[in-house]
């Protein structure tokens, strides 16, 4: 029997992907944990590997191809034994409705701490679709649970919305179509004040591209086409500015303890095969220093639901890296527990396989805090946009000479301004001024962080 091989879910909130490269043709033997595919997400670029033992019937999905939905059919293998034409004829079938259908999958209200990356799961049948509630004619309307979702945040009643998923299924294209204003009918009139607010999804899209081109000569600009990061950043900075009541609190930071303390440690770091084991970096210590901040003052290291406040138990410190295209988050979980060669190690690794977009998704996801510094850029100070769901993000400066006073005398320092920005829902303005001070504590008394 035909083996079908489907679009993995690498992570928990994937919808779809981009399958970069087949590394397996037509008539190649698999075995089980035989890397077979290549496949982009937003952030990442994973290897996917063979569950079952057979040969490659048929490639359904060419490489290259993006927007692939999860689960849809990519390919087809035939069991040991099993005729190859046979079994390339026998995942035909198989292939129109999963293609075609294009039904997305609803992201987990809650993401798993660690999920491990998927691999080529073989295909499930499909279940039944989830009705939704009985709409106000009486009828009940199949929908996904993301459609219902957007549906409610923009005040549209799903019995006006003609679905284009299997069985007349509304799926999240149908409801985005209909708050664009094609295809629906007016909301029930309970509803008609919040149909009047375009939905975050909506929102997020900002001008058209037509009434934007109209603002510039022709010829003097090129179309570049978003990649699958630059959408995603898109929305959740908008998602971001749209939820999360942001406000900020700075601080000047003296350096010169720290400076020290760096070059007497780096100094004093054994070789191996040459080299030095560690090379601590001044953003080294500024993630040991906040994770420690949060561990003092564990009201902060929170994150906001609408019917909890989650409370942290370790401090996992998310660290903004740049890459080409956009940028990642790579975290250092129970930061406040490593010492600072081995966050030092930890972030030289991340860094360089964020750059290569080889991190895994429990490398990136989640997190209690994050880090975003642009002082190497010899930018001053700058506030950053908290990213759900940490409640906090700490923006770092340069540091450089200042005249400050001491004693009543003026003298030269070197100095750093940091910004918190936080998610005034969970830490208050006292709160995250505790903790801003916590964290000045430990850079200009940096021997607190190895003890």
Not at 87 to 102: F, I, R, S, T, V
Not at 213 to 241: C, N, Q, W
Not at 387 to 400: D, F, Q, R, S
Request: with cysteine; hydrophobic share 45%; net charge neutral.
């Amino acid at each position: 029997m035909p083996i079908n091989i489907t679009m993995p879910a690498l992570s928990p909130t994937m919808e779809e992907g981009n399958l970069a490269k087949w590394l397996v043709k037509e008539g190649d033997k698999v075995r089980s944990g035989d890397v077979i595919a290549e496949i982009e997400t937003d952030k990442a670029t994973m290897e996917v590997e063979a569950v079952d033992e057979g040969t490659v019937a048929k490639i359904v999905v060419p490489a290259g191809t993006e927007g692939v939905k999860v689960n849809a059919l990519i390919a087809v293998l035939a069991a040991d034994g099993e005729d190859v034409a046979t079994a390339a004829k026998g995942g035909n079938g198989a292939a129109a409705p999963a293609l075609a259908a294009k039904a997305e999958q609803p992201a987990p209200a809650a993401p798993a701490a660690a999920p491990a990356p998927a691999a080529a799961p073989v295909a499930q049948p499909t279940a039944a679709p989830s009705p939704a509630p009985a709409a106000g004619d009486g009828k009940r309307v199949f929908s996904s649970p993301l459609a219902r979702r957007l549906a409610k945040e923009a005040g549209i009643d799903l019995s006006a919305i003609a679905g284009s998923g299997p069985h007349g299924r509304v799926v999240k294209k149908d409801v985005e179509t209909a708050v664009a204003g094609v295809g629906a009918k007016p909301a029930a009139a309970p509803q008609a004040a919040a149909a009047a607010a375009p939905a975050p999804a909506a929102l997020a899209k900002g001008m058209s591209e037509d009434a934007v081109l109209k603002l510039f000569e022709p010829g003097s600009y090129e179309l570049v086409p978003h990649d699958g990061m630059r959408k995603t950043i898109a929305k959740r900075l908008v998602e971001s500015k749209q939820t999360i009541p942001h406000f900020y609190v700075s601080i000047d930071c003296e350096l010169d303890a720290l400076l020290a303390l760096r070059a007497q440690l780096n100094a004093a770091a054994p070789e191996k095969d040459g080299k030095p084991v560690y090379k601590l970096s001044v953003n080294d210590m500024v993630i040991k220093a906040l994770a420690l901040a949060l561990r003092d003052v564990p009201d902060a290291n929170v994150s906001w639901t609408d019917t909890n406040m989650v409370k942290h138990k370790n401090a996992d410190v998310g660290v903004a890296v740049s890459i080409p295209g956009g940028l990642i988050t790579p975290i250092v979980r129970q930061a406040e527990l490593k010492s600072l060669s081995a966050i030092s190690n930890e972030m030289k690794d991340l860094g360089k396989r964020a750059k290569e977009r080889k991190l895994k998704p429990e490398e990136y996801q989640g997190g209690t805090t994050a880090v975003s510094n642009m002082g190497m850029m010899g930018v001053k100070n700058f506030a950053a946009v908290v990213n759900p769901p940490h409640a906090t993000i700490l923006a770092v400066g340069a540091g450089e000479e200042r005249v400050v006073v001491k004693n009543k005398e003026m003298v030269i320092a070197n100095m750093m301004t940091v910004t918190l920005s936080t998610d005034h829902r969970c830490v208050d303005g006292a709160l995250g001024a505790e903790l801003l001070a916590a964290f000045k504590r430990y850079i200009e008394n940096p021997m607190g962080m190895l003890v």
